[in-house]
């Protein structure tokens, strides 16, 4: 491969990854083209992507990105798996998919630019975007809900209080 040639497939993965801060590396070398098309299609319709990448260059163009602790990781041949709502949706999608096709390789991930790699795995095991945010709704909620019932309960005695005395003297007028 030329000189030219490489420096214009760097700049174009600096160009498509150099904003990004989350990723997963995946090996498809070893499914067949029926499987790749089918996986591929899979995750396009989540909004997932998926680009095989030469190593080399992926490291060039990862040097001074959130990226570079995947450059790291680049060995043997990879796809870089990126888009989706959050990287652990990707994650999952692609656990999902390794249950599908046996064959698929889950390599490493990277979470916020983290140094730190996870496996995609252990990605897919964190809580995501929208499941903290659920839990965060349900904690902030938690003491109004507490006060709430705490009143309604309170209420619901002195109304039964009043019922009891109310009926007290319908009970001696019949007794009479």
């Keep these: 491969m030329s000189k030219s040639t490489k420096d214009c497939i760097t ?7 150099s904003g990004l801060a989350d990723a997963c590396l995946v090996d498809v ?3 067949n083209v029926q499987d790749v098309t089918r996986f591929r ?7 997932i992507r998926v680009q095989v990448v030469k190593n080399s260059l992926a490291r060039r163009a990862f040097a001074g ?13 990879c796809a870089l798996v990126t888009g989706g709502d959050s990287i652990i949706d990707v994650a999952r999608a692609l656990m999902d998919a390794k249950k599908t096709y046996a ?13 730190g790699l996870l496996t995609v795995e252990e990605l897919s ?7 903290m945010l659920g839990e965060i709704a349900m904690l902030i909620s938690s003491p109004g809900r507490k006060v709430a019932g705490c ?12 019922k009891t005395l109310a009926d007290k003297p319908e009970e001696a007028a019949a007794a009479a």
């Design 11 to 17: 700049s174009d993965y600096s160009r498509s990854y």
């Design 151 to 162: 009143l309604k309960s309170a209420g619901g005695k002195i109304a039964g209080c009043l």
């Design 41 to 47: 299609q899979e995750l396009r319709k989540k909004q």
């Design 103 to 115: 064959t698929l390789e889950l390599k490493h991930a990277i979470l916020e630019g983290d140094p």
């Design 65 to 77: 990105t959130k990226l570079l602790p995947l450059a790291e990781a680049l060995s043997g041949p």
């Design 29 to 31: 070398t070893k499914l």
């Design 125 to 131: 095991k964190l809580r995501g975007r929208r499941e």
